[in-house]
């Protein structure tokens, strides 16, 4: 798989490409990465990317030209009005990061693990001219509910996100099926939840369940000591029953989704 960078800060990502799974992901030859420099497509001499928005208002928007001379360049075609069937004719999804975009999630990133190739626009300054939004990328994308100066922080979650979802780029390939935002997940529906330390017999341990479409952050992880400052490790998880394990696991990430992020219980 491919990630193109297009950025005016091409050192940003020496750091965040260089370290933990998209580092091995690269040496392995799972993934490609490039970053290419905005301003190679600017004709001034002062490699001018911004302008003044039209209509009045604080702060420089990103220039349509440069942009979209940087996409065709990287494409090896023009673009023009037809850049989605452009895209999809190589399998190619062109992303530009915007506080202003659809939300990014765990779902999302299945849909681009299954992409040949990703090009991101990295914005920055107050944002890009919309022209670019409407008929260059294919999506306009936000990591969350909150503005960032650039969109070179949020192509790295992207990109890490997508290449921990890559066949072979996890020691364990069930970790990406087991964790947060994973529907279904590792727990089978069948599952009868029943609250840790409570007894299936007793009625006050009944509690609203998950179906098998909803999606349950992930349960909560122990390792050694079992014993920390007087906090001790759950009982289950020492007795060596996996069915009852996996009945605790259950209960435990539908109780933390519940506390942390109740929305996503809404969903099913």
């Avoid at 990703?118 to 022209?131: A, H, K, S, T, W």
Wanted: hydrophobic share 40%; with cysteine.
């Amino acid at each position: 798989m491919r990630f193109d960078l297009i950025t005016i800060f091409p050192e940003f990502f020496v750091g965040p490409l260089g370290h933990g799974i998209v580092r091995r992901a690269r040496e392995a030859g799972l993934i490609e990465v490039r970053v290419q420099d905005l301003r190679e497509f600017t004709k001034d001499r002062h490699r001018t990317v911004d302008d003044r928005p039209f209509g009045g208002g604080e702060g420089m928007v990103m220039k349509p030209e440069p942009l979209f001379e940087a996409v065709e360049s990287l494409l090896g075609k023009g673009i023009g009005k037809a850049t989605a069937a452009a895209a999809r004719e190589s399998n190619t999804t062109i992303v530009l990061l915007s506080a202003a975009g659809k939300r990014f999630t765990q779902e999302t990133a299945r849909s681009y693990a299954a992409r040949e190739r990703i090009i991101f626009i990295c914005g920055r300054y107050e944002g890009v001219d919309e022209r670019v939004a409407e008929h260059l990328a294919t999506e306009e994308v936000s990591v969350g509910d909150f503005v960032l100066s650039g969109g070179e922080l949020p192509a790295m979650l992207v990109v890490d996100a997508v290449t921990r979802l890559l066949p072979d780029a996890l020691g364990n390939e069930a970790s990406a099926q087991n964790e947060s935002f994973s529907a279904g997940g590792a727990f089978p529906a069948e599952v009868q939840h029943v609250a840790p330390g409570r007894s299936d017999q007793d009625p006050a341990s009944k509690q609203p369940t998950a179906t098998r479409d909803e999606i349950l952050l992930d349960y909560p992880h122990y390792t050694r000591p079992a014993e920390f400052r007087g906090w001790t490790v759950p009982e289950v998880l020492i007795g060596g029953n996996h069915a009852e394990v996996a009945k605790w696991r259950r209960q435990a990430a539908l109780e933390k989704t519940r506390r942390n992020r109740p929305d996503l219980l809404l969903r099913g």
